[in-house]
């Protein structure tokens, strides 16, 4: 049982490229998250999907797509990066959502350059 | 805007004394808490969770969770060294979109030996 696993761990990325950041969870959860953490600002949501087939934007979208690939999987895209978007990207899942306990991955660092 | 505020610290307690960190939040429609510890280049991972007025009991770790106040803490007693780390506090949104967690930005927490 490997809870919410993230790849890629690191990615540098050149300005204007693109690029997928895959996450997985095994804990059958309904619901699933991207956040990005950076100093001073704390985790922010950029989108969730609180079930299969549905995705919402959270406080920080733009500039990224996820796509809720079915009930384990969750990918958020940058279509073309920006030094901006040079954070730590955490993935989480809950088994329902509402109000309940979020679980992790290792996060994936990601710089732009 | 649902806020949740932390101070950002540094705390700084010696070994084997009570650390006290606090969290007040701005949703009064909120229902349960969450206390995530961080380490260093590390994923959030969840110490405690309240959902009652009063106090929670765990191990070392007690939360106490005042609605009228709209005010959460978490006790730390006897801290350790291995306890040094950034611990978030965590609020559902309630209402439609309490899928969505709001963390504040953490208190750095410094256990001295």
């Known amino acids: 049982n490997a809870g919410v696993t993230q790849t890629p761990k690191f990615q540098v990325l050149k300005t204007g490229q693109s690029m997928t950041l895959q996450c997985a969870q095994d804990?059958?959860?309904?619901?699933m998250y991207w956040y990005r953490q950076d100093p001073g600002m704390g985790l922010r949501l950029i989108y969730y999907?609180?079930?299969?087939?549905?995705?919402d934007k959270g406080e920080v979208p733009n500039g990224y797509n996820v796509s809720r690939l079915n009930k384990r999987e969750f990918s958020l895209r940058l279509e073309s990066a920006a030094p901006s978007q040079t954070s730590v990207y955490f993935c989480?899942?809950?088994?329902?959502?509402?109000?309940?306990?979020?679980?992790f991955g290792p996060g994936t660092r990601l710089l732009v350059l | 805007q649902k806020e949740v505020e932390q101070n950002s610290g540094p705390l700084s307690v010696p070994e084997g004394a009570i650390a006290s960190l606090n969290c007040t939040y701005s949703?009064?429609?909120?229902?349960?808490f969450f206390w995530y510890r961080q380490y260093s280049g590390k994923s959030p991972e969840l110490i405690m969770f309240?959902?009652?007025?009063g106090d929670k009991e765990d191990g070392r770790f007690t939360a106490q969770l005042n609605k009228a106040s709209q005010y959460v803490s978490l006790l730390i007693r006897d801290s350790q060294p291995s306890d040094s780390a950034t611990y978030l506090c965590a609020v559902p949104n309630s209402g439609g979109s309490n899928y969505k967690l709001t963390f504040g930005k953490g208190t750095l927490l410094t256990v001295n030996p």
């Open positions: 309240i959902y009652s007025n």
């Open positions: 999907s609180a079930s299969e087939g549905t995705t």
């Open positions: 804990m059958n959860h309904n619901s």
């Open positions: 989480a899942s809950s088994e329902r959502g509402r109000g309940e306990t979020q679980y």
């Open positions: 949703d009064r429609g909120s229902q349960s």
